[in-house]
């Protein structure tokens, strides 16, 4: 079993490791207060962006955070905001819409490969988008994976991140993901964390995962070897793991969800701790795990759609359209649905009096 990083190597598993055989238990944190980053989603009407509708959700979004004392920060042009169809002039108006509404606050913008070969790396297509992002700072960029770079061996994508860094200036988030994201995705093993965590751009990462215990992974390795790295959990399937170790988030789920996880973040901690917080920590995770669904292909892509519906029933949005050239969508009624998925989240919120999660 390996205990330093020292005895790591390329082809080290998790599995090898003590870091990835830690308790979730061991790892509480009742004091810790981390940010909550929201993935917003770009709404869509009648084909074309909803920038009301994206201004009016930021401000819910915002409005909730601040209630219970929540360093909010939004993570825009991620997957949530469709970057994987907007064109660079779509991705631009993005950053400047949301300048202009919040002129100093930080945003995180994801950054991904554009026009760039499934086959062939080239850290240049990382450009486009850290151009635009860094051009409206103050922000940060997470790095979002692409088919070339995810297809390196460990030591060549470990070189690949740190050339795309070379033309970043401004925090950094590197992105892992598991097939249930994006199919041919896959986490980092543990010596390529261990050697992303150590540069001095990449502040942090988050990992996307529905099926495996990778965000435990980072959080037991980071903590214990006492890296200046703070991983952001992905995990849409088990929220509550981040908050009871005191560590952010970086979800999607914090949209459709996001006055009861600024509540339960706020009554998890010691001062405001509350029991009830772990009813409410169920009622959201039985919410996004129908948000979160997986098809038939064992994707979750479509969370998208279902996302849109549930700002809808909200009040938030107008429409749940999703984006045009996105065939994430939701089959059947996804609206009867999404009610039905909101029984249980809607009856907790009036409980504990979250005023601003209800169907107008």
């Not at 519906?309 to 938030?316: E, F, N, P, T």
Request: net charge negative; glycine share 6%; proline share 6%.
């Amino acid at each position: 079993m390996i205990h330093t990083a020292d005895e790591l190597k390329p082809s080290t598993l998790w599995g090898d490791t003590i870091w990835g055989n830690a308790r979730e238990e061991d790892l509480t944190d009742i004091d810790a207060n981390p940010r909550l980053c929201v993935a917003a989603l770009l709404p869509f009407r009648d084909g074309h962006p909803d920038w009301k509708g994206f201004e009016k959700s930021l401000h819910w979004m915002h409005d909730c955070a601040t209630a219970y004392e929540v360093d909010i920060r939004f993570v825009l042009n991620a997957d949530t905001g469709y970057v994987f169809n907007l064109s660079i002039e779509l991705y631009a108006e993005v950053l400047k819409r949301f300048r202009a509404i919040f002129p100093e606050s930080t945003f995180i913008a994801g950054c991904t490969a554009v026009d760039a070969s499934p086959k062939n790396f080239d850290a240049d297509c990382y450009r486009p988008h850290l151009d635009a992002a860094q051009a409206q700072g103050p922000c940060e960029v997470m790095l979002m994976t692409s088919q070339a770079l995810n297809a390196l061996g460990p030591e060549q994508r470990r070189d690949a991140y740190y050339s795309i860094a070379e033309h970043i200036t401004v925090p950094a988030l590197v992105h892992a993901l598991e097939p249930a994201f994006v199919p041919w995705a896959t986490p980092f093993e543990p010596w390529l964390l261990y050697q992303l965590a150590r540069h001095p751009k990449f502040t942090g990462g988050k990992i996307s995962t529905l099926d495996e215990p990778h965000f435990l992974h980072w959080a037991a390795m980071t903590k214990d070897l006492n890296l200046d790295f703070s991983p952001h959990s992905g995990d849409d399937f088990g929220i509550a793991s981040a908050i009871k170790m005191g560590l952010p988030l970086l979800i999607g789920a914090g949209v459709s969800a996001c006055p009861l996880i600024c509540a339960a973040k706020k009554l998890w901690t010691r001062q405001h701790f509350d029991a009830r917080v772990y009813k409410l920590f169920e009622a959201f995770q039985s919410l996004e795990d129908a948000v979160f669904r997986l098809d038939g292909n064992g994707s979750a892509a479509a969370y998208k759609h279902s996302t849109a519906v549930i700002l809808q029933l909200l009040g938030v949005i107008d429409s749940d359209e999703i984006h045009p050239n996105c065939t994430d969508l939701r089959f059947g009624d996804e609206k009867a649905r999404m009610k039905e998925a909101l029984i249980r989240p809607l009856r907790i919120a009036k409980r504990l009096g979250i005023s601003n999660y209800q169907i107008p």
